[in-house]
């Protein structure tokens, strides 16, 4: 099962077309991630894992503090990219010796400092 879980892995992968029109949505979304909504979800999850995997995670992690912090803590994925992009920032900045020694480990609100997001009617 690995074997074909790693050749999986190894191909490129191919958006669908509703993912295509999501991708084109957080494009403009990453420009200005403070105008995103609840309806921003799906676009923002797909491309942080664009992101992610592709190694952009100063890029997701800017881009996280700069969302609504209830959208990031409203949706599970939104808030597993952006702890891991922290924690990833972290471990990297400990490697260099850069990081404060037992400080907390961040949290998806934490990473989220913006206002709450406000219903739309």
Known sequence: MSALRA??????????PAES??????????????????DDRDAIADGWRDWWRAGRVDALLAMAARVPASLVEGDRRLAAYAVAASEH???????????VVGADPPTAESVSQNPPLEARP
Do not use: K, W, Y
């Open 7 to 16: 050749l999986c892995l190894a191909l490129p992968h191919v958006p669908t």
């Open 21 to 38: 029109r999501r991708l084109e949505r957080f494009r403009a979304l990453a420009a200005a991630p403070e105008s995103a909504t609840l």
């Open 89 to 99: 920032g972290r471990a990297r900045r400990l490697a260099q010796g850069d990081a």
